[in-house]
């Protein structure tokens, strides 16, 4: 008899080794976890980054081939997109940030599958890139975040990931990497789990969320580089000597974010009840109808509202083109309607573009208030925070794309000028709403019976 049989009787042996299996397998889910997801997101973004810009180039080439196009493309597209949306991807419609705000929100995790999948995330891409294809005005960052928390949460119910905190905080880090990896922004990305996933939740910048921002961010780095989404401008603003001009660009950004958040809130939840049951009726023509006015809003400006904006932005921006007057309003209008058809696609960045062109006419109509491009960023952050409601957010992101760090205080005061503005016109927060209309409703209760004590039962 050995030495090991004589001290350790087989079923000490066997305890000993189911407990080194147990860790081994804990410790490959967490690797699994923490490493493949992160590699997967940030893949992810970056195919969705590429085909994107190849989306948009045909697009451009589409529509200059056949000038008339349009007409034709955006309402069958559109209601296309829709079909395809509701019957083989639902869940997919929209940005996708409401989604994952509702997943985190949802306490039941058997509703995940209503908000979060491999399947919706497979589907997010696709229609994402076709809606970028037909010249919706739709961006990629809303959709990445959700294709992100999508790939994290499939890890969810696998070893140590159980319960619903550990839920949260895969969700929490697919979403922040997705903004990360998104627009190459990784302090924006943390900032937003913060701001916008974690409103209801108390949030932790745990070493798990950095890493899974890091690793995904790695991803975008080693194929698109070290590059800022809209380059450098260079902008900078004389402080104090500049507070005008950041009060004038924080209230004007905001009034008018808080302007779309309200008629988007408006037409998808307080239309008069025979016009909201005849739309739900007829979905499929809706979206059409939403595309005929954006083809012909397109048409009428020669194409520049088509797509995400960001070519407009970046080379005006960049001091190498200029914008007409009428793009940030007719942006704005091609947004919400893209937004209100129910298609995929986020708003991040048509946001930025309708920022930029209300910056660019008010650095027109007073062309003493401070320097052009300084003007443009300011409006920029000020309609995104408007929007999203999300300043810290909207000022980060402004300067990790545009690597104008000179300009942090007066983003930094813009944004939340703009963020009180746009919640006297809009008091409820857009994607908090869109996310509430998302959640499952609570469990029905058994009344008990007169006289007996303690809360109602939920069905189950």
Same mark, same amino acid.
């Given at each position: ?35 493949? $997801? ?55 419609? $929209? ?37 970028? *294809? ?18 994290? #949460? ?27 990896? *998104? ?17 209801? #939740? ?53 009034? *008018? ?5 309200? =008629?988007?809130?408006? +037409?998808?939840? #307080? ?100 320097? #052009?491009? *300084? ?15 999300? !300043? ?14 000179? =300009? ?7 944004? +939340? ?26 469990? !029905? ?16």
């Amino acid at each position: 008899m050995s030495f090991f049989d004589s001290h350790y009787p087989p079923a000490r042996r066997a305890a000993a080794a189911a407990l080194w299996l147990a860790r081994a397998q804990n410790m490959w889910h967490r690797g699994a976890a923490w490493i493949l $997801g992160p590699l997967l997101v940030g893949a992810m973004a970056v195919g969705l980054a590429l085909g994107s810009e190849r989306a948009g180039r045909f697009n451009v080439w589409l529509f200059k081939t056949v000038p008339l196009a349009p007409l034709l493309v955006l309402p069958a597209g559109m209601a296309l997109l829709v079909f395809l949306g509701q019957r083989y991807a639902p869940g997919s419609q $929209g940005s996708g940030i409401p989604q994952t705000i509702a997943a985190i929100d949802t306490m039941d995790g058997d509703k995940k599958g209503h908000f979060l999948s491999p399947r919706i995330a497979l589907g997010k891409i696709f229609l994402t890139l076709g809606g970028l *294809a037909i010249g919706a005005s739709i961006g990629r960052e809303g959709p990445t975040v959700q294709i992100g928390a999508s790939i994290m #949460h499939a890890f969810y119910g696998r070893g140590p990931f159980r319960g619903a905190a550990m839920r949260r905080i895969l969700i929490l880090a697919g979403g922040a990497a997705g903004i990360a990896a *998104a627009f190459n922004t990784p302090l924006a990305g943390i900032m937003f789990a913060i701001e916008e996933l974690s409103k209801k #939740h108390a949030f932790k910048a745990n070493s798990s969320t950095l890493v899974t921002v890091i690793v995904s961010g790695l991803i975008s780095l080693a194929v698109l580089g070290n590059y800022t989404y809209f380059g450098s401008s260079g902008a900078s603003l004389a402080w104090p000597l500049g507070v005008g001009a950041v009060l004038l660009c924080g209230v004007v950004g905001g009034a *008018a974010g808080g302007a779309f958040s309200r =008629m988007l809130i408006g +037409v998808s939840f #307080h239309l008069p009840p025979r016009l909201a049951g005849l739309l739900a009726r007829r979905r499929l023509v809706f979206a059409a109808l939403c595309g005929l006015l954006i083809a012909i809003i397109g048409m009428q400006t020669g194409g520049l509202v088509f797509g995400t904006g960001y070519e407009a932005t970046r080379l005006t921006l960049e001091g190498s083109g200029a914008l007409p007057w009428y793009f940030g309003p007719a942006k704005l209008a091609a947004t919400l309607l893209s937004s209100a058809s129910g298609i995929a696609g986020g708003i991040f960045a048509p946001s930025l573009a309708v920022g930029a062109g209300l910056g660019d006419n008010i650095a027109t109509l007073w062309p003493g208030l401070a320097n #052009h491009g *300084a003007i443009m960023l300011l409006v920029m952050a000020a309609y995104l925070s408007g929007v999203t409601r999300a !300043p810290a957010t909207s000022f980060i992101i402004m300067l990790e794309m545009t690597n104008d760090h000179q =300009m942090l205080l007066p983003l930094m005061s813009a944004s +939340v000028i703009a963020s009180a503005v746009s919640k006297l016109i809009c008091p409820t927060a857009l994607y908090q709403k869109l996310a509430e209309n998302m959640a499952p409703p609570p469990p !029905p209760t058994v009344a008990k019976p007169s006289g007996a004590s303690g809360p109602d039962t939920p069905i189950l």
